[in-house]
């Protein structure tokens, strides 16, 4: 992927150097321009410090609004979260915590998100029915790393059937499944779409924390089409959600609307 990776010719600890000395030399001479126009100050005098420190706000504040920027601007290039986080020497966690919704496009309806992707050369569509906003985050972010996607979120089986029926919606070219949600579960709704003439064709991967047992038996009961535990650990859960893309939206044919 391009700009996945970036190299820098100095050490964190040399690039930080660098950069205290360049602040310190512009924040120096910014602060002696505003008292410019004020007598000159007496030793004892704290105007030049608090100057000093005046401009260090603002020039942190103009640093914060320019790295926002960067990562958005780093996002729409292909980069994620875990990208960022490594730019600024922080985890995927900290980055997602200092620029929130760097792949949300909209959240205008509470039970619907459509994430809109900007590359239409690989735009495939995926129907996500999740309800956690967290995991809901982190298979966003790991879908983007792979490519464009259509994707779209719902929060449950009656919003998910909603979205499938309604005339002009697109048709999905895979359903990622969770099967503990509220008003219409998982496990109801898969049958559902397998028992539906016009839905039964479209590849269903449950994607959920369960190991039970009777809930991998009826998944499969149910023609699911794969049925995945989410990993615990967030690089694990990361691999399995690009596995998952890689093989129904990249390997496998998929059946013609």
């Known amino acids: 992927m391009p700009g996945k990776n970036f190299a820098l010719r100095t050490t964190p600890e040399e690039?930080?150097?660098?950069?205290?000395?360049?602040?310190?030399?512009?924040?120096?001479?910014?602060?002696?321009?505003?008292?410019?126009?004020?007598?000159?100050?007496?030793?004892e005098d704290p105007a030049p410090a608090l100057a000093l420190l005046h401009v260090l706000e603002?020039?942190?504040?103009?640093?914060?609004?320019?790295?926002?920027?960067?990562?958005?601007?780093?996002?729409?290039?292909?980069?994620?979260?875990?990208?960022?986080?490594?730019?600024c020497g922080m985890s995927r966690q900290g980055a997602r915590r200092r620029w929130p919704g760097l792949f949300h496009?909209?959240?205008?309806?509470?039970?619907?998100?459509?994430?809109?992707?900007?590359?239409?050369?690989r735009a495939f569509?995926?129907?996500?029915v999740e309800d956690d906003m967290a995991d809901a985050m982190l298979i966003e972010e790991a879908l983007a790393e792979r490519g464009a996607r259509n994707l779209v979120q719902v929060t449950d089986g009656v919003a998910a059937l909603e979205h499938l029926r309604a005339p002009g919606n697109s048709r999905p070219d895979l359903i990622v499944l969770d099967l503990n949600m509220p008003r219409m579960n998982g496990r109801e709704l898969l049958k559902v779409l397998k028992s539906d003439e016009d839905l039964q064709s479209i590849p269903v991967v449950v994607l959920t924390?369960?190991?039970a047992p009777d809930d991998v038996t009826g998944a499969y009961s149910s023609h699911a089409n794969a049925y995945v535990t989410k990993p615990v650990n967030l690089q694990e859960f990361e691999q399995a959600v690009q596995s998952i893309d890689a093989f129904y939206l990249d390997t496998a044919t998929r059946p013609r609307p």
């Open 15 to 43: 690039t930080a150097l660098i950069a205290d000395a360049e602040v310190d030399s512009l924040a120096q001479s910014l602060a002696r321009r505003l008292l410019d126009s004020s007598p000159r100050p007496a030793p």
């Open 58 to 87: 603002n020039l942190q504040q103009a640093a914060e609004r320019l790295q926002r920027e960067a990562a958005v601007a780093a996002a729409r290039a292909g980069a994620g979260y875990p990208q960022l986080g490594a730019a």
């Open 105 to 121: 496009h909209s959240d205008e309806k509470p039970t619907e998100h459509p994430m809109i992707s900007t590359n239409p050369s």
């Open 125 to 128: 569509d995926v129907l996500l």
């Open 209 to 211: 924390t369960s190991t």
